[in-house]
T-cell receptor, first 115, second 114 residues
Framework: DTGVSQNPRHKITKRGQNVTFRCDPISEHNRLYWYRQTLGQGPEFLTYFQNEAQLEKSRLLSDRFSAERPKGSFSTLEIQRTEQGDSAMYLC?????????????FGPGTRLTVL | AQSVTQPDIHITVSEGASLELRCNYSYGATPYLFWYVQSPGQGLQLLLKYFSGDTLVQGIKGFEAEFKRSQSSFNLRKPSVHWSDAAEYFCAATLGGSQGNLIFGKGTKLSVKP
């Protein structure tokens, strides 16, 4: 049984560079969520997909952020022109069902450091 | 605005002692409520959840939580803490329906003294 996996686990980049993270959800899970977690805070919602459709985006998701889930399986989160304020842990979660109260299973996260 | 508040940033308890972590929510309606635990290097793991019905819910690892509508609270408890319970605990809520996401509190870090 494989859970949610995220790659890379750590990413260090220079300000202004683009980065892309990947999330592989639990097989058959139709919902996929992205959250961001900064030090001393709880996870903050960024966006979610129902299969391949992106249904909701937080106002935290600026124009520099884009997420895709092209075939309703894995998802990518890209940050363009990174800023130091983007340094955070990016968490992916998946769930089976049609509502947000179905249990979300979280991956270990990708820690981004922007120098 | 919808919010989840965990008043305690850090709590230290002795091994074998009881534990209560506080969580308050502010929503227009009663949300669905969750407690998650996050250990270093691990993903968030669901401990328990409350949807409706019995206000005392049992979870994994010996945890339980009590929903109190009058206090807008959903406090997590454990009668006897083990050293392996040291971690960060997050309370979360959602209205479900068209709302796609969980709203998390800022977390409470639990330290366990031997």
């Amino acid at each position: 049984d494989t859970g949610v996996s995220q790659n890379p686990r750590h990413k260090i980049t220079k300000r202004g560079q683009n980065v892309t993270f990947r999330c592989d959800p639990i097989s058959e899970h139709n919902r996929l969520y992205w959250y961001r977690q900064t030090l001393g805070q709880g996870p903050e919602f960024l966006t979610y997909f129902q299969n391949e459709a992106q249904l909701e985006k937080s106002r935290l998701l600026s124009d520099r952020f884009s997420a895709e889930r092209p075939k309703g399986s894995f998802s990518t989160l890209e940050i363009q022109r990174t800023e130091q304020g983007d340094s955070a842990m990016y968490l992916c979660a998946s769930s089976l069902g049609w509502t947000s109260y179905n249990e979300q299973f979280f991956g270990p996260g990708t820690r981004l450091t922007v120098l | 605005a919808q919010s989840v508040t965990q008043p305690d940033i850090h709590i230290t308890v002795s091994e074998g002692a009881s534990l209560e972590l506080r969580c308050n929510y502010s929503y227009g309606a009663t949300p669905y409520l969750f407690w998650y635990v996050q250990s270093p290097g691990q993903g968030l793991q669901l401990l328990l959840k409350y949807f409706s019905g019995d206000t005392l819910v049992q979870g994994i690892k010996g945890f339980e939580a009590e929903f109190k509508r009058s206090q807008s609270s959903f406090n997590l408890r454990k009668p006897s803490v083990h050293w392996s319970d040291a971690a960060e605990y997050f309370c979360a809520a959602t209205l479900g329906g068209s709302q796609g996401n969980l709203i998390f509190g800022k977390g409470t870090k639990l330290s366990v003294k031997p």
